[in-house]
């Protein structure tokens, strides 16, 4: 965030410096409002670039195994561009290679789902998978595994087959 801020910044002094340039080889023939103006929305533009530009770099930069199983776009109604071409600031991963599986319960998977945020730390949470019933669970209090390994304690959610997470886990 911090780097950003400073990227816009200096955008905004190269944008005015080149008005300023611009006014200086034309003879000084530009208004005297054109280096904030230039200033202005060159950070402006800097802004709208790195906030459309954040979901790709971000994904590029996710290790080798890390499935996308949910983006979240963002439409503002200050930001009115963003209601034509809205822009991913959130989206949940699963780490394909965390999966674990036990061989009492093959139907059973733990597995590890990454979210991720705009301004906002990376969040884990911990995901059981049941491949034989198409249900999840979040063990975000951690789980308590009956005697034959089986999960017992948490609440399941039944889902789709073709929901992302399942689809994910369960085609490993």
């Not at 670039?49 to 790709?56: H, I, K, R």
């Not at 949470?125 to 975000?140: D, E, F, G, Q, W």
Request: hydrophobic share 45%; with cysteine.
């Amino acid at each position: 965030m911090f780097l950003e801020l400073i990227g816009t910044i200096f955008a905004g002094f190269a944008f005015a410096g080149v008005a300023m340039l611009v006014n200086k080889l034309t003879g000084g023939r530009l208004p005297r409002w054109s280096a904030p103006v230039a200033a202005g929305l060159g950070m402006i533009g800097v802004t709208i670039a790195s906030e459309y530009s954040w979901y790709d770099r971000t994904v590029e930069a996710l290790p080798e195994g890390m499935e996308i199983v949910q983006e979240v776009e963002s439409k503002a109604f200050y930001r009115p561009w963003t209601y034509a071409v809205p822009f991913v600031n959130r989206f949940a991963a699963v780490d394909t290679v965390s999966v674990q599986t036990n061989e009492q319960v093959p139907e059973q998977r733990l597995v590890d789902m990454y979210f991720f945020g705009r301004w906002a730390p990376v969040e884990k949470l911990p995901i059981a998978v049941n491949c034989a019933t198409n249900s999840r669970a979040s063990l975000a209090d951690g789980a308590e595994f009956g005697d034959d390994g089986g999960i017992v304690n948490a609440d399941w959610l039944s889902v789709s087959a073709h929901d992302p997470i399942i689809e994910v886990t369960c085609g490993v």
